[in-house]
């Protein structure tokens, strides 16, 4: 696939986790999410089936592996 912003050098495919929200804002975590990544400019681009698996995962129609919980820090 070539970067939508003209370079040289075809896009590569990577595995990435990558943190999206659902309708109400609740974060879910994608892992092993598969991206096209663009290493001139930093570019990156969803395929189809990773935007397919993220809406599965936001209606609910994946079961999660694991759980993630982060601590939060406020700045005061
Ligand atoms: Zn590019």
Do not use: I
Request: hydrophobic letters at 40%.
């Amino acid at each position: 696939m070539q970067c939508p912003n003209g370079c040289g050098e075809p896009m590569k495919q990577l595995r990435v986790e990558r943190l999206v929200h659902d309708g109400e804002g609740q974060p879910l975590v994608m892992v092993n999410l598969l991206m096209n990544v663009c290493w001139e400019c930093g570019q990156e681009s969803m395929p189809l089936e990773s935007a397919r698996a993220v809406e599965g995962a936001l209606r609910g129609e994946m079961a999660s592996t694991r759980q993630f919980v982060a601590p939060m820090y406020e700045m005061a």
